[in-house]
């Protein structure tokens, strides 16, 4: 197995060995001298170190083979942290009107915030974490935990590249998708938030009281019956008041 060449499914992929990228931002690299994969990931980034592709790969010293953003490469162990710093409050008074103007896909370090009760500290845009505390409080009081979140926002130069490895089916054309304005979240691909299950159908049913909404168009099944090839059980969006 060549390392950069695996098909994960999610952010985390089941990689527990957490680090977040430094002001200092970092590119991650298809091999330690090779082309760059992604170079705009901000700030506070969560990144998971990946041993067994850092073996299979050829172990460098001061590089991991990681996975970040739902892509996997070499990073400098320099730049990476084991906390993140990020704000946890929208204390800049970011509006969702002020994001929107700022082009898809290039949100800076200063228009998001971590997810105070997410352990990987995932960004999302600012002024979308009151109302999705709000949703985490009542799907708390149903379920007596955390929402989990395996991602949310998203830079164009990630999109680019799940774009071009994953296909139209599974992410959205670059520049248009909402988690390029940090006001989406993907929940995890799990039995629980798939869509027979009971995380999805309660968020389907209940996220939109906290302006936060599942799309109709990523249902399982399209108005004329038949399966959506575009169905995402796991997608969510902040669409404000
Ligand atoms: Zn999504």
Not at 142 to 157: C, E, I
Not at 180 to 208: H, Q
Request: proline share 6%; glycine share 8%; net charge positive.
């Amino acid at each position: 197995m060549i390392p950069g060449t695996v098909h994960y499914t999610s952010n985390r992929a089941g990689l527990t060995d957490r680090y977040w990228t430094t002001p200092s931002l970092t590119p991650l690299l298809v091999s330690v001298a090779g082309a760059v994969r992604i170079s705009d990931v901000p700030a506070n980034s969560v990144v998971y170190r990946d041993p067994v592709n850092e073996k299979l790969g050829g172990e460098v010293p001061g590089w991991f083979f990681v996975r970040t953003q739902g892509a996997s490469g070499w990073m400098e162990a320099s730049v990476l942290a084991r906390t993140s710093t990020a704000r946890t409050s929208n204390t800049l008074g970011w509006t969702r009107t002020l994001i929107l103007s700022v082009p898809n896909g290039t949100l800076a370090a200063k228009h998001l915030v971590a997810i105070p009760w997410d352990p990987e500290k995932t960004l999302i845009a600012a002024p979308a974490l009151a109302d999705l505390t709000r949703l985490n409080n009542a799907f708390k009081v149903k379920f007596a935990k955390n929402l989990d979140v395996d991602l949310a926002n998203r830079t164009l130069g990630t999109q680019r590249y799940l774009y071009e490895d994953l296909g139209p089916y599974i992410a959205a054309k670059p520049g248009t998708s909402n988690h390029g304005w940090g006001m989406a979240i993907d929940v995890p691909e799990t039995f629980e938030y798939s869509f027979d299950g009971a995380y999805y159908k309660w968020l389907k049913a209940n996220s939109y009281k906290c302006n936060w909404i599942h799309r109709t168009n990523l249902e399982q099944y399209r108005a004329d019956g038949s399966l959506n090839p575009y169905a995402e059980s796991w997608h969510f969006e902040y669409v404000g008041k």
